[in-house]
């Protein structure tokens, strides 16, 4: 009898991976999306120590090299640039920063635009009106000037990029949490955990924050692909990442001088971009049902069928 | 509705005035623009009757005092690189910017729209699938990657559109199309959303036992509800291209407000910048009250 | 043979679901002639809305599929005319209207021109369907017509609304109208005001009326035959009165014995002594609003006190109240004796334990992200003196039984559960605590009759094991008439008349409260004639 009782909780957490695994394959596109981005996230703690001597190593007779030709070798599959480096290893290697740069952007403004949310959801204080307020003066900038300005001014790094990102996009976090909390706050089930004593922490925590958080998420992983556009977007405008460090839209902005002759220059970091924003669209889309207990039968019908 | 319109007028107004001082003073910690201006050789009298013209010797406080009591009688100060009113500049990017805008945006609403509502009647369908695909790769795409396969594509391999300036409707193409893309996927994937939300909403069956017809049941009942989320989506959109175009603006040398913008900084032209960011302010907030009309004559039950 | 005006053969609609294949109706038969009344009674998941929506080709294809059977409009088979053909009959010759009319309605658009859009669509020129949608609205009784067509769904009351989708039914005069569930969201009062005005233009019009219900009241109140479901079947169908007197069925005798207000009325209890809780002279605000109104109420231990009112009497601010979720703007709560608004935070904290709630919608008030060990024990969590930690998955399992579920159903997710036996799940959390007083908000009008009796059979029970009092919170007497002890009847934020359930039921003082009883529906066709009669007479006494 106790043994059993120590096995449950045991085949229970293999178990929950398993469905996770399932509902994902129940949904080949963003099953292929999250390979893919589990790939880039490799290639970004690997790649840099695994190929950034490839990636510097200037080979003046490869100047410009033509794409799937593997005479020189497997890493300028993708041709090599204007210094003769090879294409491939200069992609993998610069996933570090393209990934880097939008993750910490993401997690400073989501944990600062939730907090903010929560605090102006559920407290009926001023302080709720003070931190609206100041999100509509963050939304009423224009954002992607204010980042163009800024770092013009601040001298481009990568701490400075992920600053003005950061803040450019707390408003997004800052209203969703508040709306939802605004909704949940109503909702009887948290009536019921006043009823029986619960604490205001105890409430925001553990009655509020699950039932925001799914949705939060969702918008963390779409945000996450528009920050990348956005700091390729400054780093391609040449305010952004600056050499030697590189990122893909550095690399696609380099390339642009060489379009006539050698288009493979930018055309496959763009492609990295492409295809990772793309995924974390679809991984977005799939969240967005997995997360939600009511709709998650979907994917878990589909997944039984597919074993 | 006039306090609502105070209330945001407000709002914009603080964000406003902090953002003229930060560019203010952060732009004259950058350094002096004279050398940028005068050629090398330029003799030391020159370059300080340069700084004199433009005030550049007086203390930064003094320079803000004289800029606001300026701005106070209608002045925004003169450009420095083309020697003319600087707001005169700055109207006459925006206007070449607003047509870039109002052309593209038409263009995404109505077909976001109709391809958005024609897939949500047929959720699973072929057209939904291929609709929905489409507009998450449009949705996922950097727009300077698009401009320059656009450009290597249709200028440099087939020689069919030109690549910069204004002149003819040719000129237009490229950065209309560039500038669509992104738009349309992410507004066609909310009217999707929000479209078959709408559908399975009770009053569309009211309408279909009312008899209905299928066209007015999507287009007449259905559409009005479902375009209350849309608008949101269209308006954060006109705006990211009224400020923001300044990549596409870049690279297809399209004389507008963000390519103005960043030259202007690029060469130090202040009068310039702050106008343009004056006047971009100035767009997003009637942007964003036309959102807000726009909201209220859709829905009724919408009173500010 | 004649034909009949609607007829529908041997129906059977199966659905695709998650859960595989479900058949909703099999089977089923029954006919409507001119001028009749037939009601299709049954609980939720019955299928009585089925074979009416495939009526109104309202069935979703796929997931829906019709796999066999007919429907005959005048002896034509509907399921062989074209989709034109179909839209063409829909709302010209059958009209629907719905429970909820607020979502049936479209928020957007006028009411005038959404019932002008019935005529228009059915090919009548737009300056005539405009004449005609006055006409229509001033027919149903909406106040100042010409105001009315300007103005919006949610500019209306509930009853309103309602009256305007009867309204643009009745528009092209269709020959049949089809109610589902027409007065179910009503106070009673406008429930007998919108079935009389149905009744009225039924004798205008002559159309056939099919009633779509889970309200034997209703039934008994407006119906001329009666057929009803059980699990996609038709377990019986005749003469409503007969069917009422002399059911055959077993399901129909359990329904009929599960319908609220004929058991014994309990005996008047001693009220001597401390009294568990007090209220005494509460107030409150929402804004401009005064929703509470100087309110007493005293409730003993072991006692239920019912309080009954129509929407907006201030019924569920007063549950608010006593709870403090909302805190009144005056008077004062006293529980045995001690003032709960000036307690410290710390002693209101030990006494939450001794109060507790069941609120009416278990759906909402069970978070959905917690299973049910976590939202039992959850009590226990914020409580650590109840119980130590190591008892905790006993005693789920135990108060699980109690309520009538089983143990193992602890792992479970609100969403897995019906709606009953979530309910179950609330009222075992609220025992999780072991209160003193338990304060059910509307915890049982939510569900369907028979389970109502199981719910209210559950609380009946755990009073008497535990001394529970309860503050039952309602709008619909019967439920009350079997299971308080006192009533107090609630209108704008005041209390009308308060007195034990024999004082209120047979010898009420007050025309309020008299009305109310009045409007109130028996399932008892005989019954229910006789009262009618006797409140056409109260109404031509006091005029509105």
Redesign the interface.
Known sequence: MSDTRIQVPVVAEKGRIGTWLSMLWADKLAFLAALFLLIALLCAILGPWLMGDIATKQNLRGRNAPPFDLSRGWAYVLGADALGRPLLARIVVAARVTLLVAASAVAASAIVGCVLGLIAGYSRKRAAQWIM?LG???M???????A???L???EPSVANIVLVLAITRIPVYLRTTRAEVLEVRE???V?????????DS?IIF??IL??VLPTLVTIATLDF?FVM?AE??LS??GIGIQPPEISW?LM??QG?QY??TA?WL??WP?LA??LT??S???LS?WMRIALD??QR??LE?KGRKND | MGKFIGKRALASGISLVGLVILVFFLSRLTGDPTDLYLPLDASVEAREQFREMHGFNDPLIVQFGRYVSDLAQGNFGESIRQARPAMEVVLQAFGWTLQLAVITMSLVTVAAIIVGSLAAFNVGGVFDRIATFFSLVGASAPDFWIAIVGIVLFAVHWHVLPTSGTGTVWHWVLPVAVLFIRPFGLILQVVRGSMITVLSSAYIKTARAKGVRTRPIIFVHALRNAMLPVITVIGDQAAAILNGAVVVETIFGFPGIGKLMIDSILLRDFPVVLAAIMVSALAIFLMNLLIDLAYAMLDPRIRY | MTDHLLEVRDLSVEFHTAAGTVRAVQNVSWHLDRGETLAILGESGSGKSVSALAVMNLIDMPPGRITSGTILLNGRDMLTMTPEERRQINGATIAMIFQDPLAHLNPVYTVGWQIAEMMTTHGQPGDRARARALELLGRVGIPDPDAAMKKYPHEFSGGQRQRLMIAMALACKPDILIADEPTTALDVTVQAQVLALLEELQQETGMGLLLITHDLGVVAEIADRVVVMNAGEIVETGNAAEVYHNPQHPYTRKLIDAAPGKGQMPKERDRSGQPLLQAQKLQKHYGAFHALKGVDLTIMPGETVAVVGESGSGKSTLARAILRLDDPDGGRILYKGSDLMAMPPRDLFRLRRDLQMVFQDPTQSLNPRMTVFKLISEAWEIHPDILPKAQWKDRVAELLVKVGLTPEMAKRYPHQFSGGQRQRIAIARALAMEPKLIVCDEAVSALDVSIQAQVIQLLDGLRREFGLSYLFIAHDLPVVRDFADRVIVMKSGRIVEEGTVRQIFEDPVQPYTRALLAASLDPDPQVQAARRHAREELEQRIPA
Do not use: C
């Open positions: 307020r509509d003066v963050i009423s900038f224009p954002s992607l000037l204010l163009v300005i800024v013009y001014m601040l909702r009887m089930f009536s019921a955990a006043k009823v029986m004593g619960a604490s105890r553990r009655h699950p039932v692909a556009l390729s977007s391609f405008l839209g696609v902005a642009r379009l006539t288009w930018s055309f763009g971009i492409i924003t793309l974390l669209n679809l889309n207990p009511a039968w979907r019908m």
